[in-house]
């Protein structure tokens, strides 16, 4: 039931983009994405909520295709405050989540250089 | 606002000791999460509640036990410590449980030897 990240890992020049998708196998009411940078605890980005609500930080935008039981991150003209390993975590449901039982992916490393 | 605090941010234990490790929010939220992180297998919720007097089991609860003392804390014991709970862990809170962010704590690093 974990989601799979993908890339795993990603190395950008400043002011470059990058996507960072995340799938699951099973039926998808919400998708959380947060991002953590080394020895801290993660913080949050952004939720999208099956039906279109969405509610994020202004520069953080992301999709969520709920027939695909995707979601994808956008990080566009990155900045080096942009590297930190970023997660996404799946809440189950077709007709109603589950409570904040979130189950969350691996992670993708992301790494912006001067 | 301290936000959410955990103590201890470090401890020791031989295995079959026993540790309660505290979380409070001074938000008042109302859902309150434990989480354990690996290395490369990213955050895996322990136990929730999602609101003050219910607990419920996440996706790997066996080994831990919670308590909704209050709205505020939310304890995670381990009765019996073994090496696989060596971790880092990280409590987490939110005003409710569907559009809400949760907030995390700095982190307790277990290490059971």
């Known amino acids: 039931q974990q989601p799979v990240q993908s890339p795993q890992a990603v190395i950008l020049r400043e002011g470059e983009d990058a996507v960072i998708n995340c799938s699951s196998s099973k039926a998808l009411y919400s998708v959380h994405w947060y991002r953590q940078k080394h020895g801290e605890a993660p913080v949050f980005l952004m939720i999208l909520l099956k039906g279109g609500e969405q509610k994020g930080h202004e520069k953080i935008s992301a999709s969520f295709n709920e027939k695909k039981q995707q979601s994808s991150l956008y990080l566009t003209a990155s900045q080096l405050s942009y590297s930190g390993t970023y997660f996404c975590g799946t809440e189950m449901g077709v007709y109603g989540g589950s409570q904040g039982n979130l189950i969350f992916g691996k992670g993708t490393k992301l790494s912006v250089k001067p | 606002n301290a936000g959410v605090t955990q103590t201890p941010k470090f401890q020791v234990l031989k295995t079959g000791q026993s540790m309660t490790l505290q979380c409070a929010q001074d938000m008042n939220h109302n859902s309150m999460y434990w989480y354990r992180q690996d290395p490369g297998m990213g955050l895996r919720l322990i136990y929730y509640?999602?609101?003050?007097?219910?607990?419920d089991k996440g996706e790997v609860p066996n080994g831990y036990n919670v308590s909704r003392l209050n709205k505020r804390e939310f304890s995670l014991r381990l009765e019996s410590a073994a090496p696989s709970q060596t971790s880092v862990y990280f409590c987490a809170s939110s005003e409710g449980h569907e559009i809400y962010e949760q907030y995390f704590g700095p982190g307790t690093r277990l290490t059971v030897t």
């Open positions: 509640s999602a609101s003050e007097g219910t607990t």
